[in-house]
């Protein structure tokens, strides 16, 4: 049995990875710890999880006895702390953006805070579960994706990997629900700011940004910028992702399906669908699928991809579980195979 642990316990992560890893049969939950809210039972935060019995613990790292933690925290908290759980063994699944970027000069440009030291990003594995080789004994730190990298990088793979497109030609237009600002407090997604209201934000400034554009350029091997434009739409949970790109030779609609389909043919949550679908965030919501469309202007051969997740489960808490099974061996989907919630 693996025993783990999760910091930042009363945030949306966290619960969704509680609600996920209660059903997995290798995982038991030993530690669930929040700063703000010591000793008390977490059924007193969450109503819904009535039928647990853990009390949020202060996270000393001293007494912290289990196989692997969870960092369910905003950024800037588990570059302070992994570090010295890995010295005891512990493994780390971070699902800040802290260990996510290996350029230390980016992450102080688009976070505002000093990053890690770059011992620590060199020793972390970036893993993208689809394409991660995780299943390393001494793999002992992973940078679990944001939620929009997820969504778009998993559309983007195919084309970058089979050199179909013009690579400077990418632009990416992509919305998501209000959860993934997680349960602070902030002006942006008050009810009445949120309600009825559709915006753009963080244009040329996100974080996900050079996330996004690192992990492409290296499987290019050059560099490649992207325009990326981020969405906030009234919605709970999900992200749509459609991308725009030139193709950089003669394709039909039907060729470039088929690329996709054997791409992923083998892999279980990416799901391309029919020629003429599109995938809706409905149709995610609460799995760890991620849903991908093709189209293909064929005058212009521009192709147009979309591509939904739900950005807790497969943006989030489904991803990371996905990459403890990796690095342990087992089957991917243990504990992930829950039929999306509709409508």
Same mark, same amino acid.
């Given at each position: 049995?693996?025993?783990?642990?999760?910091?930042?316990?009363?945030?949306?992560?966290?619960?969704?990875?509680?609600?996920?890893?209660?059903? $997995?049969?290798?995982?038991?939950?030993?530690?669930?710890?929040?700063?703000?809210?010591?000793?008390?039972?977490?059924?007193?935060?969450?109503?819904?999880?009535? $039928?647990?019995?853990?009390?949020?613990?202060?996270?000393?790292?001293?007494?912290?006895?289990?196989?692997?933690?969870?960092?369910?925290?905003?950024?800037?908290?588990? +570059?302070?702390?992994?570090?010295?759980?890995?010295?005891?063994?512990?493994?780390?699944?971070?699902?800040?953006?802290?260990?996510?970027?290996?350029?230390?000069?980016?992450?102080?440009?688009?976070?505002?805070?000093?990053?890690?030291?770059?011992?620590?990003?060199?020793?972390?594995?970036?893993?993208?579960?689809?394409?991660?080789?995780?299943?390393?004994?001494?793999?002992?730190?992973?940078?679990?994706?944001?939620?929009?990298?997820?969504?778009?990088?998993?559309?983007?793979?195919?084309?970058?990997?089979?050199?179909?497109?013009?690579?400077?030609?990418?632009?990416?237009?992509?919305?998501?629900?209000?959860?993934?600002?997680?349960?602070?407090?902030?002006?942006?997604? $008050?009810?009445?700011?949120?309600?009825?209201?559709?915006?753009? /934000?963080?244009?040329? +400034?996100?974080?996900?940004?050079?996330?996004?554009?690192?992990?492409?350029?290296?499987?290019? @091997?050059?560099?490649?910028?992207?325009?990326?434009?981020?969405?906030?739409?009234?919605?709970?949970?999900?992200?749509?992702?459609?991308? /725009?790109?030139?193709?950089?030779?003669?394709?039909?609609?039907?060729?470039? $399906?088929?690329?996709?389909?054997?791409?992923?043919? @083998?892999?279980?949550?990416?799901?391309?669908?029919?020629?003429?679908?599109?995938?809706?965030?409905?149709?995610?919501?609460?799995?760890?699928?991620?849903?991908?469309?093709? /189209?293909?202007?064929?005058?212009?051969?521009?192709?147009?991809?979309?591509?939904?997740?739900?950005?807790?489960?497969?943006?989030?808490?489904?991803?990371?579980?996905?990459?403890?099974?990796?690095?342990?061996?087992?089957?991917?989907?243990?504990?992930?195979?829950?039929?999306?919630?509709?409508?």
């Amino acid at each position: 049995m693996i025993e783990v642990g999760i910091v930042g316990g009363s945030g949306y992560g966290a619960v969704e990875l509680i609600r996920l890893l209660e059903h $997995h049969p290798q995982v038991r939950i030993k530690h669930i710890f929040s700063h703000s809210k010591i000793d008390e039972p977490i059924n007193k935060t969450f109503p819904h999880l009535n $039928h647990l019995t853990h009390h949020y613990e202060d996270l000393n790292i001293e007494d912290v006895t289990c196989d692997v933690i969870f960092f369910a925290t905003p950024s800037n908290v588990s +570059k302070h702390i992994a570090p010295k759980l890995i010295e005891k063994n512990i493994k780390v699944i971070d699902l800040s953006g802290d260990f996510r970027l290996t350029n230390r000069d980016v992450y102080k440009q688009f976070y505002g805070e000093t990053a890690a030291t770059q011992q620590h990003l060199d020793q972390a594995f970036y893993s993208i579960a689809e394409w991660g080789t995780t299943n390393q004994k001494d793999l002992q730190l992973i940078a679990n994706p944001g939620c929009f990298p997820t969504a778009t990088l998993l559309a983007l793979h195919p084309l970058v990997d089979n050199k179909v497109i013009q690579n400077d030609s990418i632009i990416i237009d992509a919305k998501t629900g209000v959860s993934g600002a997680g349960r602070s407090l902030a002006q942006h997604v $008050h009810y009445a700011e949120m309600n009825e209201n559709f915006s753009a /934000y963080a244009i040329g +400034k996100h974080k996900h940004k050079p996330e996004i554009e690192q992990y492409i350029s290296r499987l290019a @091997n050059e560099e490649i910028k992207v325009v990326f434009t981020p969405h906030l739409v009234p919605m709970t949970r999900g992200i749509l992702s459609t991308i /725009y790109v030139k193709l950089n030779k003669q394709m039909t609609a039907e060729h470039l $399906h088929d690329v996709y389909q054997q791409y992923y043919d @083998n892999k279980t949550f990416v799901r391309i669908r029919d020629l003429g679908e599109y995938p809706k965030t409905k149709e995610v919501y609460g799995s760890n699928n991620c849903d991908i469309g093709i /189209y293909v202007d064929e005058e212009s051969q521009t192709a147009i991809i979309v591509s939904v997740i739900d950005n807790l489960v497969k943006g989030a808490s489904g991803q990371a579980i996905q990459n403890l099974n990796l690095m342990y061996g087992l089957n991917e989907a243990t504990g992930l195979q829950q039929l999306p919630v509709y409508p």
